[in-house]
């Protein structure tokens, strides 16, 4: 075969330039790789030893090698990196660049690239692949690429400061073979199989290495023995199996600097040292390894002195340090995110959203520290969306999920709570008891107080009530709403003094928000009515609180028809008519419009204009005859509130469902089909609400409705009577009235 005879010494030549023969005097054509000069197992870089190897990597590390004979002739270059994902999987890439040089002009390369994977099966014991495409170019005669692969296993028994670290390996070389054509001439490179007929496939290979770092870390040993060509064929010449063997010691003479001498696979010795700084800016390792030897030693090889240079480095991460960052990111800095951005969507009442987000919270950082505040959240944003039924579930799964969560109580408070506004009086008063018992030292208490504190109040038990509310103090964010009711409730059981005292604790307290300020302007109404109407009146005190109440004041219609009674009660017509007319004309939806008709009716009469007085005092009249919200119009109400109830319960049923579901594109979509659904109940809950909310205050308006009617008709008599005579007795007369009730 004279196209095989002359690849073969072809390739002997050049490969033997490139210290990849063996040292018998038969050519045994085996994989390059065999070169241990750039490493061997042991080194994190020296994938073509064993591939499972690169397992140790524990952070990037790149290598960089350059091997030379002394004249130059022959050299290989090579760059590796490693790269550990994780605990379990690393990555490896290799390059190696081959080149003799023959009579000056005469070229032969072998360039490969190699790429691998380890994974760790156990702790002690990983597996490693590799692939290699190899470029040939013989002399420019045959140029071509070829496909190999290797296997190999690494176990690491022993890894502890006593007893030093062992690793032991086994790898088969070219468990894949690269097929090298023998043709003598080529178009142009092609790509080479195991499959083609004019081709060799470069031996299988068994590794066996054992690696040994001890003695404090001052000494490395490593040993291999390779069975070459494992799977001969005897057509390709040579006898096969081959054993080769080789060992390294190297012993640092400080931490910083080794010496190192070793014998060769390919039978001769090499000395060497290596040295190696840490923990630089850049790079954690720095190593610089330089090795020599004389190619003649035991046979005339003719190369002479040859020698070999790598470079080492290591920076960047470890593995624990990106597995700690990554599981501070997932753990922590993840989680920490979404729950900020659900709190976005809550403090900005986007409280479907929200829930939406805290649900993604809970169910996908079940372990986060702050799991158990995103349920409360969750099922607040529920509760603000008055999704009772909903908010209920939530806060009951999560007393049964979290039982050491300090949030513990405020799930309990919070059911209470839905009960107070479902009207469930009872319920909710069991409920509180259970709180004051569990949870008497909490802050919850002073909430449950206050809610049952206004539970009494709506009774009709005001000193109980008074009794619960008394315990908010200072500083809670429900002390002013407290005080409110407290000073209610006190003037209703006809305790001015102490009423007065909780009306003014409201003004002299420091604000924090509006609904506060809202609440001190009432608070200032409400000591206005004491002092206007109380055993001692005092009228110009009672002016000077009404006059504080700013006009963007919910209670400002009422502060202005007091400033008006104040007036008519100092005989001064014509100050108490503007705030009557200004009500009038700027205000009238106002509950209190017809009781300023009535002062303005009032005020025309005192000025002798019966005419116009009998004009407003019938308009008084008129618009107090009925309740502002009638029977019927609850009714109407009612109806459409109870017939769109079932459907309610089934949007919060799928909005609960949905909250506990992760955001994937399928969940998403069944929230966007949810929302119009959703948006439409939500506004007719949402226009009941506001309906209640003005029923609620037209039943408080029914007493002022009688005495409107009745102070408007007496009027209206005495004027009819009075229109031509009579006119300062009946002013006298209206003087007398009653003129405005406490609340």
């Known amino acids: 075969m004279t196209t095989h005879t002359s690849f073969i010494k072809s390739a002997a030549l050049g490969l033997t330039f490139v210290s990849t023969l063996a040292a018998s005097p038969m050519y045994s054509p085996h994989k390059y790789q065999q070169n241990d000069w750039f490493g061997e197992f042991g080194g994190n870089t020296s994938m073509y030893v064993n591939p499972a190897g690169i397992a140790e990597t524990d952070q990037l590390e790149v290598s960089i090698g350059f091997f030379s004979t002394i004249s130059g002739e022959a050299s290989q270059e090579y760059v590796s990196m490693t790269y550990p994902i994780d605990y379990k999987h690393t990555l490896g890439f290799s390059f190696f660049e081959n080149g003799a040089t023959v009579d000056g002009n005469h070229s032969y390369v072998e360039n490969t690239l190699m790429i691998g994977y380890a994974y760790n099966l156990f702790h002690v014991l990983a597996l490693g692949v590799d692939v ?222 929200a829930a939406y987000a805290f649900g993604k919270v809970q169910t996908k950082y079940p372990a986060f520290h702050l799991v158990d505040q995103a349920a409360f959240y969750k099922a607040k944003s529920f509760e603000n969306l008055r999704m009772h039924k909903a ?176 007036f008519i009660k100092v005989n001064k017509p014509d100050e108490a008519i503007k705030p009557a007319q200004w009500i009038i004309a700027n205000l009238p939806n106002s509950f209190l419009i017809s009781e300023a008709y009535l002062v303005e009716g009032y005020c025309h009469f005192m000025k002798k204009d019966y005419k116009r007085a009998e004009t407003s005092l019938r308009q008084a009249e008129k618009l107090t005859e009925q309740p502002v919200v009638s029977m019927t119009a609850r009714d109407s109400a009612r109806k459409a509130y109870e017939d769109m109830s079932e459907e309610f319960e089934s949007v919060q049923q799928q909005a609960l469902d949905l909250a506990r579901q992760l955001p994937t594109p399928r969940v998403q979509k069944k929230r966007d089909a949810l929302k119009p659904t959703f948006d439409k109940a939500n506004k007719s809950i949402e226009d009941y609400a506001s309906f209640m909310q003005k029923s609620i205050q037209s039943d408080r308006f029914e007493a002022n409705r009688k005495r409107i009617l009745d102070d408007a008709g007496f009027t209206l008599a005495t004027v009819k009577t009075k229109m031509n005579q009579g006119g300062g007795k009946a002013v006298q007369e209206l003087e007398e009235l009653d003129d405005l009730d406490l609340e």
């Not at 290596?274 to 030693?297: C, G, P, Q, R, W």
Request: charged share 25%; hydrophobic share 40%.
């Open 132 to 353: 290699s495409i190899l470029q040939v170019d013989q002399f420019g005669s045959n140029q071509q690429f070829t496909l190999g692969a290797d296997i190999g296993l690494s176990w690491n028994p022993i890894a502890n400061s006593k007893f030093g670290f062992l690793q032991i390996g086994l790898a088969v070389q070219n468990v894949l073979q690269p097929a090298i054509s023998t043709k003598e001439s080529s178009d142009g490179y092609a790509f080479i199989l195991m499959t083609e007929e004019d081709a060799y496939k470069i031996p299988m290979n068994l590794n066996f290495s054992v690696f040994y770092r001890g003695l404090n870390r001052m000494l490395e040993a490593k040993a291999e023995v390779s069975v070459i060509d494992l799977v001969h064929d005897k057509e390709e010449g040579g006898k096969g199996q081959n054993i080769e063997t080789s060992f390294t010691l190297t012993y640092y003479l400080s931490p910083f600097l080794g010496v190192r001498v070793r014998f060769t696979k390919e039978g001769y010795p090499v000395a060497g040292a290596t040295v190696n700084v840490k923990d630089l800016k850049i790079f954690k390792y720095l190593a610089l390894d330089l090795e020599m030897s004389h190619d003649d030693i035991y046979e005339q090889k003719n190369r002479g002195f040859i020698w070999a240079v790598k470079l080492t480095t290591r920076f960047g991460n470890t593995r624990e340090e990106k597995i700690g960052e990554e599981r501070y990111r997932r753990l922590k800095i993840e989680p920490e995110n979404d729950y900020r951005a659900a709190m976005r969507l809550y403090l900005n009442r986007q409280f479907l959203e």
């Open 391 to 566: 908010a209920k579930s939530i806060y009951e799964d999560a007393i049964k999920r979290y039982p050491q969560s300090d949030q513990r109580a405020k799930y309990h408070f919070q059911l209470m709570n839905i009960d107070y506004k479902e009207g469930k009086f009872s319920e909710a008063i069991v409920k509180y008891q259970g709180i004051a018992q569990r949870f008497g030292e909490s802050d919850v208490k002073a909430d449950a107080d206050y809610i049952a504190g206004q539970i009494k109040f709506e009774q009709g038990l005001y000193q109980e009530a008074v009794d619960l509310l008394a315990s908010i103090l200072p500083g809670n964010a429900n002390y002013f709403y407290a005080r409110y009711t407290m000073g209610i409730a006190y003037s209703r059981m006809s305790k001015w003094d102490e009423a007065e005292n909780c009306f003014r604790d409201i003004t002299e307290q420091p604000s924090s928000n509006q609904s506060e300020k809202d609440l001190q302007d009432a608070a200032r109404v409400k000591l206005g009515h004491i002092f206007f109407s109380g055993e001692n009146a005092n009228i110009a005190e009672a002016a000077r609180l009404y006059g504080q109440v700013k006009s963007t004041s919910p209670v400002y219609d009422e502060a202005m028809l007091g400033v008006a009674w104040a």
